[in-house]
């Protein structure tokens, strides 16, 4: 087995024995064999836009995790799969950061994602999303909107 494939059958045991009791974070499935394209449950509160200018909570998200053809050198790419209004996330991507290593984890990525979901992570200095990087500067006391350990 080349080590592409070896590296992800073992992120796809690393991250189905991380989510397999996790108590907000689902693995909802994969594609490939082994697995290149993770669907990632997040049942977590974050904001959900509804209209130009306006947004609610919601409770439950879906993201998508691939991994392209020169992974791990490269990083994976992530997108939401369901609407959500943050800083870091637009319909197209997250943006997961600018330091991707080859020793990161899904799991690790996984929980960043969550965190970032309810804003427990984000950066308002190079938003995809102005209008949600505005008004988390404008509600940091209502920040983060779930405080729960999120890590896998």
């Known amino acids: 087995m080349n080590p592409r494939l070896r590296r992800l059958q073992a992120d796809y045991q690393s991250v189905s024995t991380a989510l397999a009791a996790h108590p907000t974070i689902r693995l909802a499935g994969v594609e490939g064999t082994p697995p290149e394209r993770y669907f990632i449950d997040f049942y977590v509160r974050g904001l959900l836009p509804e209209g130009d200018d306006s947004f609610k909570v919601g409770e ?17 790419v992530c997108r939401m799969l369901t609407p959500v209004f943050h ?14 290593s080859a020793g990161q984890t899904l799991p690790l990525l996984i929980s960043r994602i969550a965190e970032m979901i309810t ?34």
């Open 119 to 152: 804003y427990q992570s984000y950066n308002v200095k190079s938003p995809l999303n102005a209008k949600a990087a505005a008004w988390a500067e404008q509600n940091l006391s209502a920040l983060p909107l779930d405080k729960r350990d999120l890590t896998c």
């Open 60 to 76: 439950s998200h879906r993201a998508e995790v691939y991994l392209p053809l020169d992974y791990p050198r490269r990083p994976p």
């Open 87 to 100: 800083p870091n996330i637009d319909p197209q991507k997250i943006c997961i950061g600018d330091h991707w």
